[in-house]
Nanobody, 117 residues
Framework: QVQLVESGGGPVQPGGSLRLSCAVS????????INWFRQPPGKERDFVGS???????YYANSVKGRFTISRDNAKSTVYLQMNSLKPEDTAVYYC???????????WGQGTQVTVSS
C-alpha cells in the first residue's frame, strides 16, 4: 500500500512562487513514478508533470519552463516547484504514484493553490 500526502499549497500573488511537496509512504518509493495533476474549479483534472523513478521529467506545455519536479529518495518526497504563477494556475493539486511493475495507482488528498492579487 502506498500513501501520499501533499502540502505547501496556499494563496500567492501572480508572479510568485510556491513549492508543493508530496510525501510518500510505503515500500519501494525509489521504484515508483510520480505524477502531478491539478483540477481548477469547475473543470476536469489535468496532467501537470511527472518524474520517473529514474528521474526523467515531463511537463505539460502550459507549465513548461515555469514548474520543476524533483524527488528526494532519502526523504521519500517529490517536489513541485512553481514559479511565475498565473491566475490560471489556481487549482487543487494532486500527486499520483504509479508502480510500474503492477500498474497500481495511488492518489493524495490534494492541496489548494490560489493565485490572485
Amino acid at each position: 500500500q502506498v500513501q501520499l500526502v501533499e502540502s505547501g499549497g496556499g494563496p500567492v500573488q501572480p508572479g510568485g512562487s510556491l513549492r508543493l511537496s508530496c510525501a510518500v509512504s510505503g515500500p519501494s518509493f525509489s521504484s515508483v513514478n510520480i505524477n502531478w495533476f491539478r483540477q481548477p474549479p469547475g473543470k476536469e483534472r489535468d496532467f501537470v508533470g511527472s518524474i520517473t523513478y529514474y528521474r526523467v521529467t515531463y511537463y505539460a506545455n502550459s507549465v513548461k519552463g515555469r514548474f520543476t519536479i524533483s524527488r528526494d529518495n532519502a526523504k521519500s518526497t517529490v517536489y513541485l516547484q512553481m514559479n511565475s504563477l498565473k491566475p490560471e494556475d489556481t487549482a487543487v493539486y494532486y500527486c499520483n504514484a504509479v508502480v510500474p511493475s503492477s500498474g497500481y495507482s495511488y492518489w493524495g488528498q490534494g492541496t489548494q493553490v490560489t493565485v490572485s492579487s
